[in-house]
């Protein structure tokens, strides 16, 4: 294969960020996923989790050598000892707990999708700004090193114009509660939509019209959509896909004039692309073995920004998470998907 005639960069090792103490608030799977990965593999540590049910948190914490377990959000985010708090409950509650933590003082990371909507987003941001604490969306797949190569890629020019961008994430979830049930801000979109999504936004960033197409469930969530994004100032557009009934190939792909980009699928997970040139023999970016499991990545980059006294991370801005919900906004609107309380 032909050498890349660009040198790509790789994110700051994880294991250099200042050392934080987590509490995490909410103790379902991808909580799991972060108190497992994050500790052993950078030198932040998970200090006390907190959950409704007091006897779920105590399991959390047996299970992942976590030292507290708070029967209650209010006790966690009051919990003298924690720095930040990692917000991992369904997208219905994102803008309360994220609220609760920011009054207690504390710096946020919320899962995505951050919140059901833009309105509760800007509260978030409004409520952190006055607090003069951090907060980001915890939207993983921006940090990872084949993101950080792919952007810088495209940015170097060589792919030519970027005229196409696709990305699809299908997974088969429909009998996941949270996913099914409107009080719960369910649907493929906020759960699984959101990547392919914010994928097209880190390349191309929001686009001046918004067109969607999709099906809803007899519960009025969406079950699966496509969404067409295009950009008045170029000629790009993006084409991206969200579905909870069927396992798709989740893929991604970035068409330029001068090459086009292909994705390994899982494209939101760690992994590696292919470049094919117009001219030329193609090449492929494969990490060096920066992989790891991914949510280190993010993880160390709020305890970088903390360290440095910022509110936001300039990878995963406050506005690029407002111009993804708006996003998300019309494409509900178009499909007429609303959650109760909107």
């Not at 969200?242 to 090459?259: F, I, K, L, P, Q």
Request: glycine share 10%; net charge negative.
């Amino acid at each position: 294969m032909t050498a890349p005639t660009v040198t790509l960069p790789v994110p700051p090792d994880p294991a250099e960020a200042p050392p934080l103490r987590w509490g995490i608030l909410g103790a379902g799977g991808i909580a799991a996923t972060f108190a497992r990965d994050v500790p052993a593999r950078t030198r932040q540590r998970v200090v006390a989790v907190g959950s409704r049910d007091r006897a779920r948190a105590e399991a959390f914490a047996a299970a992942h050598g976590v030292p507290r377990a708070h029967g209650g959000y209010e006790a966690l985010v009051a919990d003298p000892d924690v720095d930040v708090i990692y917000v991992a409950t369904p997208h219905s509650f994102h803008r309360d707990h994220a609220l609760l933590a920011l009054a207690a003082g504390k710096h946020v990371l919320v899962e995505k999708a951050f919140t059901r909507n833009a309105a509760e987003a800007r509260e978030v941001f409004d409520a952190a700004r006055a607090q003069g604490r951090f907060v980001m969306e915890a939207m993983w797949t921006r940090f990872l090193p084949h993101m950080v190569a792919l952007r810088a890629l495209a940015a170097s020019g060589a792919l030519g114009e970027v005229l196409a961008v696709t990305a699809d994430h299908g997974q088969r979830l429909d009998t996941v509660e949270r996913l099914v049930a409107p009080s719960l801000a369910g649907g493929a979109l906020l759960d699984l939509g959101v990547y392919p999504l914010s994928f097209a936004h880190s390349l191309l960033g929001a686009p001046t019209t918004v067109q969607a197409a999709g099906v809803l469930t007899d519960l009025g969530v969406d079950a699966h959509e496509a969404v067409t994004l295009s950009y008045a100032e170029s000629r790009a557009v993006a084409v991206c896909g969200a579905n909870m009934w069927a396992r798709s190939a989740t893929a991604a792909a970035v068409v330029g004039t001068e090459a086009r980009v292909d994705v390994a699928g899982e494209f939101y997970r760690p992994t590696a692309f292919t470049v094919t040139p117009l001219r030329g023999e193609p090449w492929r970016w494969e990490g060096d073995g920066l992989m790891g499991g991914g949510f280190e990545f993010e993880a160390a980059e709020v305890a970088r920004c903390i360290g440095e006294g910022r509110q936001e991370s300039a990878t995963m801005p406050w506005q690029a998470t407002l111009e993804v919900m708006e996003i998300m906004d019309e494409v509900r609107r178009q499909l007429g998907v609303i959650y109760p309380g909107e």
